[in-house]
C-alpha cells in the first residue's frame, strides 16, 4: 500500500508555491523600501535588516529546539514578517525593540499556533502592537523626513487628532496638510506610512503576479472613504477631509499587503468584502475616537480573529453543486 498524505483543504494546486509568493511580496516591497532609504537614509536599512534577520533567527531556533522540525526559512515567510515589521516600525526605533517585536512576531504571533498558514493573527501586527502598548513613546517618535539633525516629528494623523482634541477646527488645519506630499511620500512616520505611492506600485505588481486579488484592497479603502465622506459631510468643522484618511498612517500598507494575509482572511468573495469593510470601519472608528491616532493595525487584528466564524457562515458554493432555484 503506497503512503498517503492526508491535509486540510484546499487541495488545488497550480503553480503558485509559497517561496514564489513570499518572494513576489518582498520584490513588492522594494519600491516603498528604496523611498525609505531615499528618506531616512542608512536607518531605515538597519532596522530592516534587524527586523529580517532576527525574524529569520527565531524561527530557525523554535524549529530546531522547540518544535524540533526541519528548518522552514525555505518558505521566505519570515523575510516577509520581518520586512513588515520593519516598515511598521519608526527608522529610529533602538534595535533591542526591533528584536523584541521579532520575538513576539515570530514566536507568539505565528509559531505558537504551528507555523505558517496556521497562525490566527498576521505575525507582523503581533509584534508591532505588542510594541506600541509596552513602548509608546518609542513607538510614537518618528525622525523628521527632511533628516536634520535627527529631529522627530508627529505624523499627520497624530498632528490633526492633537488639534481636534484642542477644539481647532479643521478650517484651520487643512492648511497644514498636504495631501499631495502625503500621497508622494513626504511626511513623519513609518516605512509603511510615508510611501503611499510606492505602495500603491507595489499592490498593482502584486495584481499583475496574481498574488492578491482587488477585492480585500478596494473594500477597506472603500469603507474607509465612505465613512469618513458620511462624517465629513455631516461637520467639515470636526471632522477631516476623506482623501487625508486615505493617504494617512498605515492605511496603503495594511489594506494591500496585511489584511490580503491569504491564512488570516476569508475564503469566500462575499467573506472577503465583510472582512476588508469591518477593517475600514474599525479603522475609522479608532481614529476619530479612539486613543490611539492610527487603528488600522488593531482593526485587522479584530477582524482577523472574525475570520474562522466568518468561513463557517459565508461560504462559497460547493463545487460542481447548483444554486437551489427561487419557487
Known amino acids: ?23 513576489d511580496v518582498v520584490i513588492a516591497l522594494i519600491p516603498a523600501f528604496a523611498f525609505s532609504v531615499f528618506i531616512y537614509g542608512l ?13 529569520m533567527l527565531f524561527e530557525w531556533l523554535i524549529d530546531r529546539f ?34 523584541l517585536g521579532s520575538l513576539v512576531a515570530i514566536g507568539i504571533g505565528k509559531m505558537s499556533f504551528g507555523g505558517l498558514g496556521r497562525n490566527l493573527f498576521n505575525p507582523a501586527l503581533v509584534g508591532r502592537v505588542f510594541l506600541l ?9 518618528f525622525p523628521d523626513t527632511a533628516g536634520v539633525d535627527a529631529i522627530t516629528g508627529a505624523t499627520p494623523l497624530a498632528f490633526v487628532k492633537e488639534a481636534l482634541k484642542t477644539g481647532t477646527p479643521v478650517t484651520e488645519i487643512m492648511p497644514n ?12 512616520g513609518s516605512m509603511g506610512e510615508i510611501g503611499a505611492l510606492a505602495l500603491l506600485l507595489g499592490g498593482i505588481y502584486l495584481l499583475i503576479r496574481k498574488v492578491i486579488t482587488w477585492r480585500i484592497p478596494v ?39 496585511m489584511a490580503t494575509d491569504y491564512v488570516t482572511s476569508p475564503m469566500s468573495k462575499a467573506g472577503q468584502a465583510i472582512y476588508a469593510i469591518g477593517i475600514g470601519v474599525i479603522t475609522i472608528l479608532i481614529r476619530v475616537w479612539g486613543a490611539y491616532p492610527e487603528g488600522i493595525s488593531f482593526a485587522i487584528l479584530i477582524m482577523n480573529a472574525t475570520v474562522p466564524i466568518i468561513n463557517m457562515y459565508v461560504k462559497p458554493s460547493r ?9
Not at 320 to 325: E, W
Request: glycine share 10%; aromatic share 12%; charged share 10%.
Open 1 to 23: 500500500m503506497s503512503n498517503r498524505i492526508v491535509a486540510p483543504s484546499p487541495h488545488l494546486h497550480g503553480d503558485f508555491s509559497t517561496p514564489r509568493i513570499m518572494r
Open 43 to 55: 536607518s531605515a536599512v538597519f532596522v530592516t535588516g534587524i527586523a529580517i534577520l532576527s525574524c
Open 66 to 99: 522547540m518544535l524540533r522540525r526541519a528548518s522552514t526559512l525555505g518558505d521566505w515567510s519570515a523575510v516577509v514578517t520581518g520586512t513588515l515589521l520593519a516598515f511598521n516600525l519608526p527608522a529610529n526605533i533602538s534595535p533591542w525593540l526591533v528584536i
Open 133 to 141: 502598548i509596552s513602548f509608546p513613546v518609542q513607538m510614537t517618535l
Open 177 to 188: 496638510i498636504d495631501l499631495g506630499g502625503m500621497l508622494l511620500g513626504f511626511k513623519d
Open 219 to 257: 473594500f477597506v479603502l472603500g469603507s474607509m472613504f465612505v465613512f469618513a465622506s458620511i462624517l465629513w459631510l455631516a461637520d467639515p468643522q470636526e471632522y477631516i477631509n476623506p482623501l487625508f484618511h486615505l493617504f494617512a498612517g498605515g492605511a496603503m500598507l495594511g489594506a494591500i499587503f
Open 319 to 327: 463545487f460542481g453543486g447548483r444554486t437551489p432555484k427561487k419557487k
